[in-house]
C-alpha cells in the first residue's frame, strides 16, 4: 500500500498513457471487440436483460400517463386511416394476384434466402454520442457484422460489434448509420443517416427533381458493397416529415419519422445469410 | 478491501440502471451520465489508492458495452477521480454546492476529453453547436441529479461496516 501510496501518480501516469494507445487501436479499427469485452458482456447481460425488461415497464406507465389527452384526437385519426387502407387493400390484392401471374409467365426467380433470428433488447448504449443497443444473440447464434435488424414495425439498423453472446446494432438515429434506402412512392434512392435526433433521421442526395412529398414511405433498398452481408429491400424505414433543398451539393434531403419507436422497442429479428 | 468491493459493485449498478432505464430518459436529446456523478460522489470520500482500485474495473465494465472505442471511459474517469480528490482535501467546506461544482467541472472535462480523443479519429461528426447545446442540458441534468447520488455515497461510506478506522 505505501508503494502504491508513493508511486500514484506515476501508476496513473502509465495507466493513462496505456489507456490512450488502447484507444488509439480501437479508434482505428472502429472496433470495440475482445476477450475482456466479451466476457464482461456475457456475465453482466443477463442481469442487465432482466432490468432492461423492468425499467421498459416503467417507462411504458410514464409514457401512457403523457399521452391520455391525446388519445382522443388519435382515435378518430386512426378511424379514418383504417377507411383509407381498406380502400387501399383491395387494390392491392388485385395487383397482388396480377403480379403473381405475371411473375408465372415470366419463371421470374424469387431469391428471398433470409434466415431471421429472434433477439430481445437488453440495453442501449453511447451516451449522448452514439445510438447503439445491444442484443442478447451473437456470433454463437450466428451473427455477423452488418447483418441488418428489423423489428415489428420497421427497420432498426445494422450489426456494428458481434461478441459471443451478445451484439450492438446501431440505429438509424445514428449519424453514422449510412443505409441505402429508397423513397417507395416515387422509386428515388438516398442514403439514410441520423440527425443527433432522438425522433428524426435523414435521407440525403435525393435528386432535386423529385417528387417525394410528405407522408411518403421511405424503404430499404438492396444495394449493397459488402457481399457477405445480405441486404434485405422493402423494409419499412418511417416516413417523411419534410423536405429541404441543399444549395451546397445541389440535391434535396428528407426529414423522416422511424416507424419504430426506440424507446420501446424490446423484441427484434436479425437477417443472416 | 471490503470498501472497494462495494463501491465498485455499486458502480456496476449504476452502470445497469444507466443502460437500462436512463438511457430512455432525455433532456432535449441529452441523457444523464449517473456514472460520471458516482465517480464524482466517491472521489470525495475514498482516498487516491481505493480510487484507482474502484474507478479502473468500472471504467473498464464501462468500456466493455461502449461502441467503436475501448479505454476512453476508463481514462475520462480516472483523471476526474484525481483532480476531484486533490481539490477536495482542500476545501473543508460540507456544502451539496461543492458536489454540484464538481460535477459541472467533471462535465467539462468529460466533454474536452471527448474532443480530443474521439474527433480526431472521425467516429464523431456532431457540430460544434451540437456538442455546447448537449454539454449545457447534461451540465443541468447531472447537477439536478448529483445530490441524491452523492447522499447515497455518503450514507454508504458513513455505515458501521464500511467505517474507516482513524490512523495516527
New interface residues.
Given amino acids: 500500500?505505501d508503494f502504491?501510496?508513493n508511486r500514484?501518480l506515476t501508476?496513473?501516469l502509465v495507466?493513462?498513457l496505456v489507456?490512450?494507445i488502447?484507444?488509439g487501436i480501437?479508434?482505428?479499427n472502429?472496433?470495440?471487440e475482445?476477450a475482456?469485452?466479451g466476457v464482461?458482456?456475457s456475465v453482466?447481460a443477463p442481469?442487465?436483460k432482466q432490468?432492461?425488461n423492468?425499467?421498459?415497464r416503467?417507462?411504458n406507465i410514464f409514457s401512457f400517463l403523457s399521452s391520455i389527452s391525446t388519445l382522443r384526437k388519435e382515435n378518430i385519426e386512426l378511424k379514418s386511416q383504417i377507411q383509407d387502407l381498406k380502400l387501399k387493400l383491395i387494390d392491392y390484392e388485385k395487383i397482388k394476384f396480377e403480379n403473381t401471374e405475371l411473375n408465372r409467365l415470366l419463371q421470374y426467380k424469387n431469391d428471398n434466402n433470409f434466415k431471421y433470428i429472434s433477439a430481445n433488447v437488453?440495453?442501449?448504449?453511447?451516451?449522448?454520442?452514439?445510438n447503439?443497443v445491444?442484443l442478447d444473440v451473437g456470433s454463437n447464434d450466428g451473427v455477423k457484422k452488418g447483418c441488418y435488424v428489423r423489428a415489428a414495425d420497421g427497420l432498426v439498423g445494422k450489426v456494428?460489434?458481434v461478441n459471443s453472446t451478445t451484439s450492438?446494432v446501431?440505429t438509424i438515429l445514428d449519424?453514422?448509420s449510412k443505409i441505402p434506402v429508397t423513397i417507395n412512392e416515387t422509386g428515388d434512392d438516398g442514403l439514410l443517416i441520423g440527425s443527433?435526433?432522438?425522433s428524426l433521421c435523414k435521407v440525403q442526395f435525393l435528386p432535386s427533381v423529385t417528387k417525394a412529398d410528405k407522408g411518403n414511405i421511405v424503404i430499404t433498398s438492396n444495394i449493397t458493397t459488402n457481399p457477405d452481408v445480405l441486404v434485405p429491400s422493402g423494409i419499412i424505414v418511417g416516413t417523411i416529415e419534410r423536405i429541404e433543398y441543399e444549395k451546397i451539393n445541389l440535391s434535396k434531403t428528407a426529414f423522416i419519422k422511424p416507424a419504430v419507436d426506440f424507446?420501446k422497442i424490446k423484441k427484434v429479428q436479425v437477417l443472416v445469410k | 478491501m471490503k470498501r472497494s468491493v462495494t463501491f465498485v459493485l455499486i458502480g456496476l449498478l449504476c452502470l445497469i440502471l444507466q443502460n437500462t432505464i436512463f438511457m430512455n430518459f432525455s433532456f432535449f436529446g441529452a441523457k444523464v451520465d449517473l456514472l460520471l456523478i458516482y465517480i464524482v460522489s466517491i472521489s470525495m470520500f475514498l482516498d487516491k489508492v481505493e480510487l484507482i482500485f474502484v474507478v479502473l474495473p468500472i471504467g473498464i465494465f464501462k468500456d466493455a458495452f461502449f461502441p467503436y472505442i475501448f479505454g476512453i471511459n476508463t481514462l475520462i474517469y480516472l483523471i476526474i477521480s484525481f483532480i476531484v480528490n486533490l481539490i477536495e482535501n482542500k476545501i473543508y467546506k460540507d456544502t451539496i454546492l461543492i458536489p454540484i461544482l464538481f460535477t459541472f467541472l467533471s462535465t467539462l472535462i468529460k466533454y474536452i476529453l471527448v474532443f480530443i480523443f474521439i474527433y480526431p479519429s472521425g467516429i464523431l461528426n456532431y457540430s460544434y453547436e451540437k456538442v455546447l447545446i448537449l454539454f449545457i442540458n447534461e451540465i443541468i441534468l447531472n447537477a439536478a441529479i448529483c445530490p441524491f447520488i452523492y447522499n447515497v455515497v455518503k450514507k454508504v461510506n458513513m455505515s458501521e461496516k464500511l467505517k474507516k478506522d482513524w490512523k495516527f
Fill in positions: 500500500m502504491l501510496k500514484l501508476i496513473i495507466l493513462c489507456l490512450t488502447f484507444i480501437t479508434a482505428n472502429r472496433s470495440n475482445g475482456i469485452q464482461i458482456n453482466i442481469i442487465q432490468v432492461y423492468a425499467g421498459q416503467i417507462y437488453i440495453g442501449k448504449v453511447g451516451d449522448n454520442w452514439f447503439v445491444i456494428v460489434e450492438k446501431m449519424e453514422n443527433n435526433n432522438d424507446s
